[in-house]
């Protein structure tokens, strides 16, 4: 970053608001906080890292510098929570001005520019920390999932995630799932129906019971997904009319036997543990340019495709590419938002 002693600017025109106007990328991809929501959230986040009391910059810095700088990508990766940036930029210097380079969901390569900043040097280092929680933590959230949905391309299988986010951040969390391309299961335990083993150990193991009081419970039609490890479970689920069969723990043999029986009759979902565990998917790195081409690596997340198969530690290549096929859903919750490492970017000079 560097500083200058240049009168204030006006703010850029091209600099967009903290939340863009209705039709821009990141309504398009569904940004899940109003502006007063996403003013208080930023603030708050301020507030808790004491940025309006810096008392390093403030003993530093000459409170009429001016400075300029640049948010920069340090690895490939995509792009989100650009919004909350720009929030956390302006919430310290309102004249600010802001040129977005990247937005949401976009893919970027290692030293693209996402922002070009120009406002006091005060605010610009008192901001800098909380701009960079929300911009590393949620890219790395859309970068993680971008590689399974590239892993996955060319099957009819989707990405989804769960409830297993931060406390706090679960609606910013399944945006940055959509930003990295993949789509979210149920954003709460009211919004559809997902009966597990402890629920089926309450009914005495009666999965029609347990599918017939949900459907009797539950807003009406709503989803009810039933988990099963055997292929009775999953006869009795289909029997009684659920709508998506969640295999869990089983093996490729089992499986092929269930989505036989199933027939099509409801979705198949899988939680994906064994395509998580498999060093070829761990080695791809399927992040797209700026001209959306491939990069070389991801040519090897083509063979993790054979991948999608059941939740287990068995070899998910004995799956034949017919069962795979007929998988609908490869949930990976568990990894997209829980295990995502941070995206890094940094504050640098223009």
Not at 98 to 103: D, K, L, P, Q, S
Not at 186 to 210: E, F, P, Q, T, Y
Request: proline residues 5%.
């Amino acid at each position: 970053m560097t500083t200058s002693s240049h009168p204030e600017a006006r703010r850029c025109r091209s600099c967009p608001p903290a939340r863009p106007a209705e039709g821009e990328v990141y309504d398009q991809l569904g940004f899940p906080l109003s502006d007063g929501a996403l003013q208080h959230r930023v603030r708050d986040a301020l507030q808790e890292d004491r940025a309006f009391n810096d008392v390093t910059t403030i003993a530093t810095v000459q409170s009429d510098r001016r400075a300029r700088a640049r948010l920069v990508a340090r690895q490939a990766g995509v792009m989100c929570g650009v919004p909350l940036a720009i929030a956390a930029f302006q919430a310290l210097d309102d004249k600010c001005v802001i040129r977005v380079e990247a937005e949401d969901g976009m893919p970027t390569v290692k030293g693209d520019t996402v922002l070009f900043l120009s406002g006091h040097a005060r605010g610009l280092l008192s901001a800098e920390r909380v701009a960079l929680n929300f911009l590393q933590r949620l890219s790395g959230i859309a970068t993680h999932t971008a590689r399974y949905v590239d892993a996955v391309q060319g099957t009819p299988v989707r990405i989804l995630d769960t409830r297993k986010t931060t406390p706090g951040w679960r609606a910013l969390e399944k945006y940055a799932v959509r930003c990295g391309g993949g789509a979210n299961h149920r954003l709460d335990l009211s919004s559809a129906v997902l009966i597990k083993d402890n629920h089926l150990m309450a009914v005495h193991g009666d999965v029609a019971a347990a599918i017939r009081r949900s459907r009797e419970l539950a807003e009406p039609g709503a989803t009810v997904e039933v988990e099963c490890d055997r292929l009775e479970q999953v006869q009795a689920a289909v029997a009684a009319g659920a709508d998506v069969i969640l295999l869990d723990n089983m093996t490729p043999e089992s499986m092929r036997e269930c989505v036989a029986l199933v027939g099509g009759r409801a979705r198949i979902d899988t939680d994906g543990k064994m395509l998580y565990s498999t060093d070829r998917l761990r080695s791809t790195r399927p992040i797209r340019s700026r001209r959306n081409r491939p990069t070389s690596t991801a040519k090897r997340a083509r063979a993790a495709r054979a991948a999608i198969s059941a939740p287990s530690s068995t070899d998910h290549g004995q799956l034949s590419s017919r069962t795979s096929s007929k998988i609908d859903v490869c949930d990976l919750s568990l990894m997209v938002t829980c295990h995502a490492p941070s995206q890094d970017t940094k504050l640098r000079g223009p």
